[in-house]
């Protein structure tokens, strides 16, 4: 069963930048993978997804502001967000694309203040 480990996130002032990381206990070369998030008060939401094979996909809200990618060689994936803005605050995890139930982590908080 692989184990997802997110980190990366903090503190950022509106406009400022955070890369997040998604370390993965076993190989991951042949999922798709996604970034999710969860705002305070609010429902899980896909933020952006990415096929085996580096095809993309975001949720408008963070189409030209974030970028996700992969290294399937580490195991690993990443999500560059720039231009943040309050919304973007929430516990991001990361998790298969579609996500399956068992593979939730602990998430990296990200929050947006100034």
């Known amino acids: 069963q692989v184990q997802f480990v997110e980190s990366g996130g903090g503190l950022v002032q509106p406009g400022g930048s955070l890369r997040l990381s998604c370390a993965a206990s076993?190989?991951?070369?042949?999922?798709?993978m996604g970034w999710y998030r969860q705002a305070p008060g609010k429902q899980r939401e896909s933020v952006a997804v990415?096929?085996?094979?580096?095809?993309?996909n975001y949720r408008d809200s963070v189409k030209g502001r974030f970028t996700i990618s992969r290294d399937n060689a580490k195991n690993t994936m990443y999500l560059q967000m720039n231009s943040l803005k309050f919304e973007d605050t929430g516990v991001y995890y990361c998790?298969?694309?579609?996500?399956?139930?068992?593979?939730w982590g602990q998430g990296t908080q990200v929050t947006v203040s100034s």
């Open positions: 998790n298969t694309g579609p996500p399956h139930d068992d593979y």
């Open positions: 076993g190989s991951i070369f042949s999922f798709y």
């Open positions: 990415i096929g085996s094979g580096g095809s993309t």
